[in-house]
Nanobody
Framework: HVQLVESGGGLVQAGGSLRLSCAAS????????MGWFRQAPEKEREFVAA????????HYATSVKGRFTISRDNTKNTVYLQMNSMKPEDAAVYYC??????????????????WGQGTQVTVSS
């Protein structure tokens, strides 16, 4: 069983930056894909970014492209989300997720196998 623990959330002013981390444990092998999703109150969980673990290929939602960067540290089994130029609409609970095996649908939450508990991000205007 995989455990994912997010950290780094908090309060930031619009235009500011935050860096989220997600540490994975419980498996001797790496995921195929790690993703970040977010969920604002009364909204559905939405895709933010994903990284193919072994090759480092990244994908982003249109709303965050150019502002957010996903990266990973293989030695620490940790995935990061660097968030810059933040906007009030970025406020949400952010979740990291682990995907076993190749799936083309890295942007769909139900295709992920394990989830972290989430970390709150608040953006003041």
């Amino acid at each position: 069983h995989v455990q994912l623990v997010e950290s780094g959330g908090g309060l930031v002013q619009a235009g500011g930056s935050l860096r989220l981390s997600c540490a994975a444990s419980g498996r001797t092998f790496s995921p195929y894909t790690m993703g970040w999703f977010r969920q604002a109150p009364e909204k559905e969980r939405e895709f933010v970014a994903a990284i193919r673990w072994n090759v480092g290929t990244t994908h982003y939602a249109t709303s965050v492209k150019g502002r957010f960067t996903i990266s990973r540290d293989n030695t620490k089994n940790t995935v990061y989300l660097q968030m810059n130029s933040m906007k009030p609409e970025d406020a949400a609970v952010y979740y990291c997720a682990w995907q076993d095996g190749y799936r083309a649908t890295y942007y769909l939450a139900p295709t992920y196998d394990y989830w972290g508990q989430g970390t709150q991000v608040t953006v003041s205007s």
